[in-house]
């Protein structure tokens, strides 16, 4: 690969704008700047989740995951499309795959158990909110990338679920204060 950075700061966006990948200018506070940011710190989210799995498996499912969403950022800065139905449908197989081993979901569960499940259920929420901002670029941006972000924050449930279980961590029932009484 090219060095394409030769140099960091470049003082072009110390007005308040920001330029895509086309050159374009746009305010840094715009929708697409929000999501792009979003997505950014999904990732940096799930770096911090690599480094704390120990299972193998977990760490290339998540590090696939982060090079996807590397995608889905140029796809919001370039316009060009990278996410694809394939990609929900993968994600939709691997959660498939993780569900069967997990008892059958009866309660609500609260994050937590393991460290990494628990940065696991901080990822998730994160990649809600990304799914959030990017729902305000719904008529920009092409459905699959909706479809994919939402499948992702399912799987990271899900994967939060299984790192428990594989650290021989029970899920944390939510208890309302309803039913206590």
Not at 133 to 140: D, P
Request: aromatic share 4%; proline share 2%.
């Amino acid at each position: 690969m090219a060095n394409r950075l030769t140099k960091i700061y470049t003082r072009t966006g110390d007005a308040g704008d920001t330029g895509l990948a086309d050159g374009t200018r746009i305010g840094k506070q715009s929708a697409r700047v929000q999501a792009i940011g979003d997505v950014d710190e999904l990732n940096s989210v799930l770096g911090l989740l690599v480094c704390k799995l120990r299972v193998a498996a977990h760490r290339e499912l998540v590090q696939s995951i982060q090079n996807e969403l590397f995608d889905l950022g140029a796809e919001l800065a370039t316009n060009h499309r990278f996410i694809n139905a394939d990609n929900t449908r993968l994600i939709e197989q691997r959660l498939d795959e993780m569900n069967t081993a997990l008892p059958p979901l009866k309660e609500f569960i609260l994050p937590g158990g393991d460290e990494a499940a628990a940065v696991c259920h901080i990822a998730r929420t994160v990649c809600r909110r990304a799914e959030r901002s990017l729902a305000a670029l719904v008529n920009e941006i092409d459905a699959d990338v909706l479809a994919y972000i939402n499948r992702l924050s399912d799987l990271l449930f899900v994967l939060a679920r299984d790192i428990n279980r594989e650290q021989g961590r029970d899920d944390i029932f939510w208890q309302s204060e309803r039913s206590q009484k």
